[in-house]
């Protein structure tokens, strides 16, 4: 069975002094991802395949993430633009004095959670109480439930590899709902994947961020970024194939199509909310960063309290007359 992507650890977040790095140059906006390109990305290879910098008079360099990559350290430091990552990440940065701000959101909810047999009847984070889990560790959503409910069931060391969950009933492996249920059915197990929201837990997920100061300079060049990311993830939701294709074919080819069409229809739900529909795709609400926060704060995963409204905003998202003329 596929081994997990090591994307959805959320260590202890170290940054370094911006002068003792090259800015990214003045004319080119950086993007760095949190993995290997894949269709949780879809929103800028959709613009970039699309011609929708282009159209903008944007210039656009997408960086793959990968083992050791921390979107966060980048923006921070000056090493790129615009990065990848979880609010929780967000808020992390924020408790170490990091000033980001995050502009859209590829997921309303997010697909990390963990991933469960079907034969277990586990339906929510009670029933989890009774089962191993396999998980890495420092994951915010799983630290906040246990500190929440008091559940305390076994904890065994992950190493991205889901055999051994295949091979226990009585086992949850962390997993992510775009891909890992396609790989355990595929496997021959009969999964049934429980999201962080269904747990108990909303948070978003593929939020797209800039430095505040970045934000703060060009907003011309933010609007511009934040609406060529809307129109392509529009083109997306509504026929992914060419972009999955596109993936495939120009950016990683590890990136199985047959994994990208499993994909497609998990992110079409996740990817939308009643907040997309009055205000656009990628839009966020207040509700749930402050949630984030305080629960992140009570669990003392932070040591201190963050303002949240300060880490992300609607602002650049296209108006509703912008968006019809797209």
């Given at each position: 069975?596929?081994?997990?992507?090591?994307r959805?650890?959320?260590?202890?977040?170290?940054?370094?002094?911006a002068?003792?790095?090259?800015?990214?140059?003045?004319?080119?906006?950086?993007?760095q991802?949190?993995?290997?390109?894949?269709?949780?990305?879809?929103?800028?290879?959709?613009?970039?395949?699309?011609?929708?910098?282009?159209?903008?008079?944007?210039?656009?360099?997408?960086?793959?993430?990968?083992?050791?990559?921390r979107?966060?350290?980048?923006?921070?430091?000056?090493?790129?633009t615009?990065?990848l990552?979880?609010?929780?990440?967000?808020?992390?940065?924020?408790?170490?004095?990091?000033?980001?701000?995050?502009?859209?959101?590829?997921?309303?909810?997010s697909?990390?959670?963990?991933?469960v047999?079907?034969?277990?009847?586990?339906?929510?984070?009670?029933?989890?109480?009774?089962?191993?889990?396999?998980?890495?560790?420092?994951?915010?959503?799983?630290?906040?439930?246990?500190?929440?409910?008091?559940?305390?069931?076994?904890?065994?060391?992950?190493?991205g590899?889901?055999?051994?969950?295949?091979?226990?009933p009585?086992?949850?492996?962390?997993?992510?709902?775009?891909?890992n249920?396609?790989?355990?059915?595929?496997?021959?197990?009969?999964?049934?994947?429980?999201?962080?929201?269904?747990?108990?837990?909303?948070?978003?997920?593929g939020?797209?961020?800039?430095?505040?100061?970045?934000?703060?300079?060009?907003?011309?060049?933010?609007?511009?970024?934040?609406?060529?990311?809307?129109?392509?993830y529009a083109?997306?939701?509504?026929d992914?194939?060419?972009?999955?294709?596109y993936?495939?074919?120009?950016i990683?080819?590890?990136?199985?199509?047959?994994?990208?069409?499993?994909?497609?229809?998990?992110?079409?739900?996740?990817?939308?909310s009643?907040?997309?529909?009055?205000?656009g795709?990628?839009?966020?609400?207040?509700d749930?960063?402050?949630?984030?926060?305080?629960?992140?704060?009570?669990?003392?995963?932070?040591?201190?309290?963050?303002?949240a409204?300060?880490?992300?905003?609607?602002?650049?998202?296209?108006?509703?007359?912008?968006?019809?003329?797209?």
């Amino acid at each position: 069975m596929k081994r997990i992507s090591k994307r959805i650890l959320l260590p202890l977040l170290i940054f370094v002094v911006a002068a003792c790095v090259e800015p990214v140059e003045d004319d080119t906006i950086s993007v760095q991802t949190d993995w290997f390109a894949s269709t949780d990305h879809a929103a800028l290879y959709a613009a970039e395949l699309y011609g929708y910098f282009d159209d903008r008079n944007l210039k656009v360099e997408i960086r793959q993430g990968g083992p050791g990559i921390r979107a966060a350290n980048d923006v921070a430091t000056g090493r790129a633009t615009f990065g990848l990552a979880l609010p929780e990440n967000i808020i992390l940065a924020a408790a170490e004095d990091v000033e980001l701000l995050s502009v859209f959101a590829s997921y309303q909810e997010s697909p990390i959670g963990l991933m469960v047999h079907e034969s277990s009847g586990v339906s929510g984070i009670e029933g989890i109480a009774d089962l191993s889990v396999q998980i890495f560790p420092g994951q915010v959503f799983w630290e906040v439930l246990k500190h929440e409910t008091g559940i305390s069931p076994a904890e065994i060391a992950f190493d991205g590899s889901m055999t051994a969950w295949a091979e226990n009933p009585d086992w949850a492996v962390q997993g992510f709902a775009t891909t890992n249920p396609f790989d355990a059915r595929n496997a021959g197990a009969e999964p049934r994947m429980l999201t962080a929201t269904t747990l108990g837990f909303r948070s978003y997920a593929g939020v797209i961020f800039t430095d505040r100061s970045f934000a703060r300079n060009h907003p011309e060049k933010m609007t511009a970024f934040v609406a060529a990311l809307q129109q392509g993830y529009a083109d997306f939701l509504a026929d992914p194939h060419a972009v999955i294709e596109y993936i495939n074919r120009d950016i990683n080819k590890d990136f199985l199509i047959e994994v990208g069409e499993a994909a497609a229809p998990v992110m079409q739900d996740l990817a939308v909310s009643a907040d997309t529909e009055s205000l656009g795709l990628g839009a966020m609400n207040p509700d749930v960063w402050n949630d984030v926060a305080a629960r992140m704060l009570s669990a003392e995963i932070i040591r201190r309290e963050v303002d949240a409204a300060t880490l992300w905003t609607n602002e650049y998202l296209p108006t509703a007359q912008e968006q019809a003329t797209q």
